[in-house]
């Protein structure tokens, strides 16, 4: 009874462990999938940013600036904007969802900053 008892207990840490492995597996591979993406989106950036400097005549630190303008936008130079807290709905000021370009409350239609976070 014991015996069979502790067997019990092994088989579902076994059962635990594999489950864990798993869904680690999976993490992985998902961060796998960001970093390609990211990677393709880097390089997507330098194409473009080769073509503007090329027929703008903009040199890199003209870049490195603007980068730094946008960090400091919500008062931090730290690499990364800050997502913006919830907005009210000026119509019927419910919290508006974000990534949505209406209300979907009342229906209002809300204008956005596209690189809002
Ligand atoms: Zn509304």
Redo the contacts with the bound molecule.
């Keep these: 009874m014991f015996h069979h008892g502790t067997n019990y207990v092994s088989e579902s840490a076994r059962s635990s462990a594999s489950a864990a492995k798993s869904s680690a597996a999976q993490a992985k591979s998902q961060v796998d999938y960001l970093k390609t993406e990211v990677e393709r989106l880097l390089m997507i950036t330098e194409a473009l940013w080769g073509f503007i400097k090329e027929q703008h005549d903009y040199e890199d630190q003209a870049l490195f600036d603007k980068i730094i303008e946008i960090d400091a936008k919500d008062g931090k130079i730290d690499g990364r904007v800050a997502p913006k807290a919830p907005t009210k709905?000026p119509?019927?000021t419910?919290v508006l969802p974000k990534k949505k370009p209406f209300?979907v409350?009342?229906g209002?239609k809300i204008t956005k900053d596209c690189f809002e976070r």
Excluded: G
């Design positions: 709905c119509e019927c419910h209300c409350y009342c209002a």
